[in-house]
DNA sequence: TGCCAAGGCTGCGGAATCCGCAGATCTCAC
DNA sequence: GTGAGATCTGCGGATTCCGCAGCCTTGGCA
């Protein structure tokens, strides 16, 4: 997961050694797959920075029964393991971005593959695998009409492997929330 | 947009008076739909912090050509207007929501209200009306199967005015990000 | 034309926060 | 038992945040 955000981390040479995990959080891992492991305390402070990103650490310590320099020493360690980004979200359709899309993909081969070719798309903003009747779906984001139409005809379905694409144009973002740990 | 977000900020007695609009602003809506004017500075404030979201203030400022003090008052403005959030995102696989799906929707009669409907439940974290072959497309964060199937088949399927839902459960989210204003 | 209100920017000083570091504690492996 | 590694705490110093007063520009109005 977060592939892009990865690679981008592990483009800084300095970050090499936060990559690797300790012994104990291994063990943890390989009874749950690749996710690391996060204790209650990490999600604690997780669910305060998904209601304030710029919660100060002071703030989140008191809440989560921690030191200001230990929720700081937690936070930077969950950036750096991409598990959590701190961004500004907007709705890209106020900000001048007018086209957006959902667009389901089958494929036939490899669709890992095909979803890292996506992924390397700027206009691709979300790419997640499914299972039903589209094995991809890709959220893109264009500046206008034209726009649109070239990144679905001649960059999505140039992919190799790329069967069927079905698009979905927006008309109104209606929620987007970042809280659903807190609920 | 951001009807969530907007509704939380109203229920704050205070900000009544951050609504209103200036009849500068109105102007300027008025040929844009509802939309709030952002001018190129605020803009580029917005891509600064989807690079970071704890950026400080005064390097937003030196890279936007603005004073320190301006950059707080623009980005409190944004936040107030709910043109922006500053949040913690992560990939809710990796923090215990086991099940996350995305649900197309056909809708016989109004799909705002619907819309309104599915706005409303805490798992829908995202929910959008579209043109093409679904009239609404949402996604679900749950915590397993049986709650999953529980949102789909007694909550969504409950609304008045569904017609059909057909799901795309998730398999692997590959890219999650929200710099396209940095592109 | 002159006046006034409103919005936005700057500079400033005090309070709060961030940040790096040293030391203590704990766990695990050998 | 002992050493390595990870994590927490406490603590200064540097940085940042925050409210406020003042200035400037814009737009409305008589």
Same mark, same amino acid.
């Given at each position: ?8 981390? *592990? ?7 936060? %990559? ?18 996060? !204790? ?11 209601? !304030? ?6 703030? %989140? ?21 991409? #598990?959590?980004?701190? #961004? ?8 001048? =971005? ?13 669709? /890992?593959? #095909? ?6 798309? *700027?206009?691709?903003e ?7 009747? =589209? ?7 264009? /500046?206008?009409d ?5 990144? %679905?005809?001649?960059n999505?379905?140039? %992919?190799?492997?790329?069967?069927t694409? /079905?698009? =979905? ?15």
């Amino acid at each position: 997961m977060h592939s892009d955000i990865v690679a981008s981390r *592990s483009a800084d040479p300095k970050d090499s050694r936060e %990559i690797r995990e300790s012994p104990r959080e291994s063990a943890r891992e390989s009874r749950n797959g690749s996710t690391p492991h996060l !204790d209650a305390v990490s999600l604690a402070i997780i669910e305060q920075l998904q209601e !304030d990103g710029r919660r100060p650490y002071a703030a %989140i310590g008191k809440a989560v029964g921690l030191s200001e320099a230990a929720v700081r020493q937690r936070v930077q360690k969950l950036l750096d393991q991409g #598990v959590m980004q701190i #961004v500004a979200v907007t709705d890209p359709l106020t900000v001048g =971005f007018r086209r957006q899309a959902m667009v389901g993909i089958n494929v036939e081969g490899d669709v /890992e593959s #095909v979803a890292d070719a996506l992924t390397a798309m *700027s206009e691709c903003e979300y790419v997640v695998m499914t299972a039903g009747s =589209f094995d991809l779906m890709v959220e893109i984001v264009c /500046e206008d009409d034209d726009h649109l139409l070239d990144v %679905i005809n001649r960059n999505i379905r140039a %992919i190799p492997g790329v069967r069927t694409t /079905e698009s =979905f144009v927006y008309l109104k973002l209606k929620k987007q929330t970042y809280m659903w740990g807190t609920r």
